[in-house]
């Protein structure tokens, strides 16, 4: 759609163009020759543009300079306040400004600069892929390190890139898991995870993050008071609603119910095997009474003394 896109001029003051505001340097190998770029983009406005193309020794440059400015490329129907890509815009100088001729051609018209970070990414030049000088400065800086300390200082890089390599990011999947698990909040379990987190198997991280929640329910405080089965529901070693859900469907008991066996066992299977195998309160049978004593039918009219007496009389 040929109208869809248009540019939106801003000030040398904006955030757009100030942060580009640097020299940005770049350089490539292309038929068997070496170009290099060199564009200062100046506070007050200004510019200087050179491409240098160089092959087997032999070099020509091209330079221009003149005026800047930044446009914000918009779209239809998009976002006014979304970032997006801007296009640099060149203009000759004015013959009061140009020191020579130099500034009669322009290296190049305009210029794209794609994404919010061209710092870190660049962006394309003319000829080569720009970056800011003090980017290529420290890089050259690093090598010329690298190369004095010579080997150990390359195998302590190569050690550490190893290590960070691998550090696997903890992950939503791992968090959910682990709560389930150990009927633990989702806090205390992302907690645990980033404190294994140098563990390179997921598998063994989990299980190591397992073995230090279930430590720390066994190394808490017996006071009622402190224990985590009497903390109120927003703490953070309340049980977990997805795990008191679990297990109320699996075992079809009520919420209460559910809440207090995992209060006293953190692991929903250990919780759901407590609550299968204990007796619903009202299904606990009543113990039965003893049947009432009946007394011994005695003949009438016939008292215990008098039989006695006829049982034994008188010598």
């Not at 193309?53 to 306040?81: F, M, N, P």
């Not at 299968?276 to 039918?297: C, F, I, S, W």
Request: charged share 25%; net charge negative.
């Amino acid at each position: 759609m040929a109208g869809a896109r248009y540019l939106e001029q801003v000030s040398l003051e904006d955030v757009a163009a100030t942060s580009l505001v640097n020299v940005w340097l770049g350089e490539s190998e292309e038929d068997g020759g070496l170009q290099q770029e060199r564009l200062a983009l100046r506070a007050d406005g200004t510019f200087y543009h050179r491409v240098c193309h160089s092959i087997e020794s032999v070099g020509a440059a091209t330079e221009c300079s003149g005026r800047w400015a930044v446009h914000k490329v918009r779209y239809l129907g998009a976002d006014l306040q979304a970032d997006g890509d801007r296009e640099l815009v060149f203009t000759k100088a004015s013959a009061a400004e140009a020191a020579d001729d130099r500034s009669n051609t322009l290296i190049a018209e305009r210029l794209v600069v794609c994404g919010q970070n061209p710092a870190v990414n660049g962006f394309v030049g003319a000829s080569c892929r720009l970056y800011p000088e003090q980017r290529n400065a420290a890089a050259a800086a690093r090598t010329i390190s690298s190369g004095a300390e010579g080997g150990a200082n390359l195998s302590g890089e190569m050690d550490e890139a190893g290590s960070d390599a691998s550090v696997e990011e903890v992950t939503e999947e791992d968090v959910t898991l682990l709560s389930e698990s150990t009927g633990q909040s989702r806090n205390r379990c992302l907690a645990a995870l980033l404190d294994v987190a140098s563990v390179g198997s997921g598998t063994a991280r989990l299980e190591m993050a397992a073995e230090k929640l279930m430590r720390e329910m066994e190394e808490a405080p017996s006071d009622p008071t402190t224990s985590p089965s009497f903390a109120p529901a927003s703490a953070a070693t309340a049980p977990n609603p997805e795990a008191v859900s679990a297990l109320v469907s699996c075992t079809g008991r009520s919420e209460a119910a559910c809440r207090a066996a995992l209060a006293k066992h953190p692991n929903v299977d250990a919780a759901a095997e407590h609550l299968l195998t204990e007796l619903e309160p009202d299904l606990v049978p009543e113990p039965a009474e003893p049947p009432p004593k009946r007394l011994r039918a005695e003949p009438a009219g016939i008292e215990t003394g008098t039989m006695e007496e006829t049982e034994n009389p008188p010598g």
